[in-house]
C-alpha cells in the first residue's frame, strides 16, 4: 500500500518562493517517515512550462541532487497519442531540451496514464507500471526513504519566516495606525485653523461694519452751541 500526497499549486512559482516551500513543508509534515518516491506529473496536451521546469530546479536547489534518484515523472494524458496515432516515445523526440533533462536526471524513469480510458484493464496495466516503477524507486535506494536534515531545517525556516512575516504584519498595522492618527491630527489642525480663520475675518466684517455705522451717525448729528 502507498500513501500519497498531493501538492497542488506547486508549480504556481507567480505566488513566489514563500508559497512553494509551505508546500513543501505541508508535504514534509505529512511524510513523517521520509519519501519513498516522487511523481513529477506533466500533461502532454502542454509545453513543458518554465514553470515546470522552475519548480523542479527550485526542487533540487532545496534538497540536493540526490532527489532526483526519487523522482519518477508521470506524463497524463495518453489518449492524445492513440487519437493521434503517436507514441510517448515520439512526442519525447521533439521535447525542449530543458524536459529530455529532467528526464535525464529522473533516470528516464516515466510513465503515462490516460484520462478519459474507461477501460479497466488498460487502467489497472497503467497502475501497475507506476507501482512497479516506485518499486525499482525503492529498490535502488535500498528501501531507505529521502530523509535529510533539510527537512527540520525547512520547518525551522519556514516557522523564522511566518515568525518574521508576522512581525512585519505587525509592524506594518502600527505604522498605518500612527500615519492614520497624524492625519487625523492634521485634519483636526487645519479644521481649527480655518476655524480660527473664519472667525477672525467675520469679527473683522462685523467690526468694520460697526465703524462705518458709527461713523454714519455722526454725520448725521446736528452742529454743537457753545453757551458762556
Same mark, same amino acid.
Given at each position: 500500500?502507498?500513501?500519497? +500526497?498531493?501538492?497542488?499549486?506547486?508549480?504556481?512559482?507567480?505566488?513566489?518562493?514563500?508559497?512553494?516551500?509551505?508546500?513543501?513543508?505541508?508535504?514534509? !509534515?505529512?511524510?513523517?517517515?521520509?519519501?519513498?518516491?516522487?511523481?513529477? +506529473?506533466?500533461?502532454?496536451?502542454? %509545453?513543458?512550462?518554465?514553470?515546470?521546469?522552475?519548480?523542479?530546479?527550485?526542487?533540487? !536547489?532545496?534538497?540536493?541532487?540526490?532527489?532526483?534518484?526519487?523522482?519518477?515523472?508521470?506524463?497524463?494524458?495518453? !489518449?492524445?497519442?492513440?487519437?493521434?496515432?503517436?507514441?510517448?516515445?515520439?512526442?519525447?523526440?521533439?521535447?525542449?531540451?530543458?524536459?529530455?533533462?529532467?528526464?535525464?536526471?529522473?533516470?528516464? %524513469?516515466?510513465?503515462?496514464?490516460?484520462?478519459?480510458?474507461?477501460?479497466?484493464?488498460?487502467?489497472?496495466?497503467?497502475?501497475?507500471?507506476?507501482?512497479?516503477? +516506485?518499486?525499482?524507486?525503492?529498490?535502488?535506494?535500498?528501501?531507505?526513504?529521502?530523509?535529510?536534515?533539510?527537512?527540520?531545517?525547512?520547518?525551522?525556516?519556514?516557522?523564522? %519566516?511566518? !515568525?518574521?512575516?508576522?512581525?512585519?504584519?505587525?509592524?506594518?498595522?502600527?505604522?498605518?495606525?500612527?500615519?492614520?492618527?497624524?492625519?487625523?491630527?492634521?485634519?483636526?489642525?487645519?479644521? %481649527?485653523?480655518?476655524?480660527?480663520?473664519?472667525?477672525?475675518?467675520?469679527?473683522?466684517?462685523?467690526?468694520?461694519?460697526?465703524?462705518?455705522?458709527?461713523?454714519?451717525?455722526?454725520?448725521?448729528?446736528?452742529?454743537?452751541?457753545?453757551?458762556?
Amino acid at each position: 500500500m502507498a500513501d500519497a +500526497v498531493e501538492t497542488v499549486g506547486l508549480f504556481n512559482i507567480s505566488r513566489g518562493p514563500d508559497y512553494v516551500l509551505n508546500e513543501l513543508v505541508k508535504c514534509i !509534515d505529512l511524510a513523517n517517515d521520509g519519501v519513498h518516491a516522487i511523481l513529477l +506529473v506533466l500533461s502532454i496536451r502542454t %509545453r513543458f512550462s518554465r514553470e515546470e521546469q522552475a519548480t523542479f530546479q527550485s526542487l533540487l !536547489d532545496l534538497f540536493g541532487s540526490k532527489i532526483s534518484d526519487y523522482m519518477i515523472v508521470v506524463f497524463t494524458g495518453g !489518449d492524445e497519442f492513440d487519437e493521434n496515432d503517436e507514441t510517448l516515445d515520439d512526442y519525447l523526440g521533439h521535447c525542449p531540451e530543458a524536459l529530455q533533462g529532467t528526464l535525464s536526471m529522473c533516470g528516464e %524513469r516515466r510513465v503515462l496514464f490516460d484520462n478519459k480510458t474507461k477501460d479497466p484493464k488498460k487502467m489497472a496495466e497503467q497502475l501497475r507500471n507506476l507501482l512497479l516503477h +516506485v518499486n525499482l524507486v525503492v529498490e535502488k535506494n535500498g528501501g531507505k526513504p529521502y530523509t535529510s536534515d533539510l527537512f527540520k531545517d525547512l520547518k525551522v525556516d519556514f516557522k523564522l %519566516r511566518l !515568525d518574521i512575516k508576522h512581525l512585519e504584519e505587525e509592524v506594518a498595522k502600527e505604522r498605518a495606525a500612527r500615519l492614520e492618527a497624524e492625519e487625523s491630527i492634521k485634519v483636526a489642525q487645519k479644521k %481649527r485653523e480655518d476655524m480660527s480663520r473664519l472667525m477672525r475675518a467675520s469679527f473683522g466684517r462685523q467690526r468694520q461694519r460697526a465703524t462705518e455705522e458709527l461713523q454714519a451717525t455722526n454725520l448725521r448729528l446736528p452742529g454743537m452751541c457753545l453757551i458762556l
